[in-house]
Structures are given as structure tokens and as C-alpha cells.
DNA sequence: TTAGTGATATCC
DNA sequence: GATATCACTAAA
């Protein structure tokens, strides 16, 4: 039986949410009452302002004030005027960590993923708990995970580039 | 491999 | 005000 996941599954270190929401089903409910599902199948973790590859790591910023608050928040975010990117805020308040959905089941690709959902900086700001909008669900189902640098982030440095912890469903 | 796209940050 | 940057995709 699926449950939605809480506030509290991602009120823990990124590093620890990143590879348990692989797996894990995004569900997004449209404005008509339709629901379109995509399982999760490779997710990274972007953990505080030391870590280069992350918004945060030049400071609070406006755009990056999110990053900040309340885990379970949706942080979505326009990349190069084109592609939304959906991430999840984790741990607690003032630590800047998040979580990035890189693609799902169905759809490779971040900017893939949210432009088939619907995703948009509407969503920005919100929460995966107590939307009615999208919301996560955990079918009981556990895959293997393996694990792999970043990618993307060649400006990060040797350090952050290499690190891996990106999160990938086993068997793709 | 390269073009396109637009919000944000960082300069004047 | 202007420019540089970017967690990408599609087309070639």
C-alpha cells in the first residue's frame, strides 16, 4: 500500500534522502483531477554552502533562500530560460541542502521530467506535504542503488565534481 | 558540437 | 543600466 511521504522522511541529511527517494513515486494531480505517476529512478544531493556545486554555496541569496527553509519544500528552478528543475529541500531549517530529481522512469532528463509533469516556478516554494497539487508516494518497492558522480557541474572543481552522490536506480 | 533561452548575480 | 553565468535539450 503507498504512502505519502512526510515532512520527517526528508528532515534528515541529504545524503540520507537522496537515495531512499530512489525509487519512490512522484505523483502530480492536475488542475482536472488527473494524475500522472513517474517513479523516480535517479536523484543527487546538493548539501551545503561548502559543497561548489550547490546554489547555496555563494551565499543566501533570494533565489537560493528556499534552499534554506523547511525540508519538504519544492525548490524549482529555471535553467537557461528553458528547463524547469525540481528539487526537494531536506534537513533542518538555515542548513541549505536539497535533493535534485534528475529523471524518472519514463522520462531521461531533468528538464524532461517537470515539462511532463507540469512543473513550473508556481511550484516554487511549496511543499510536497499537504499538496494537493504533487505529492511523493512510497510503494513499498526498494531497488538497488548504485551511485555515480554529478553531472553538470564542471565549474564545481576536481573535489565536488568527482564526489559521488548522484543516486540511480540499479538495473539502468 | 553548437544554438537557444531567460532568471539571477555581479558588475558598472 | 549591462553583461556573464548556468544543476539543459534538441537539432545537426
Redesign the pocket.
Known sequence: MAKILTSEFFRRDALDVAPDLVGKILVRTLDDGTELRERITET?A?RGEEDK????A??R????EV?YGESGVI?V???????W?M?VITGEIDQPQ?V?F??GEVH??????T?FLGVD?SFNGGSFCGNDRIRIEDDGSRPGIRTAP???????GDYWKNVEWRFIADGK
Open positions: 543527487e546538493y556545486g550547490c546554489h547555496a555563494k551565499g541569496t533570494k533565489r537560493t534552499l525548490y528552478y529555471l535553467c537557461y530560460g528553458v528547463h528543475l528539487n536539497g535534485l534528475r529523471c531521461n532528463g531533468p528538464g524532461k521530467l515539462k516556478g554529478r553531472v553538470g557541474i564542471d565549474y564545481a
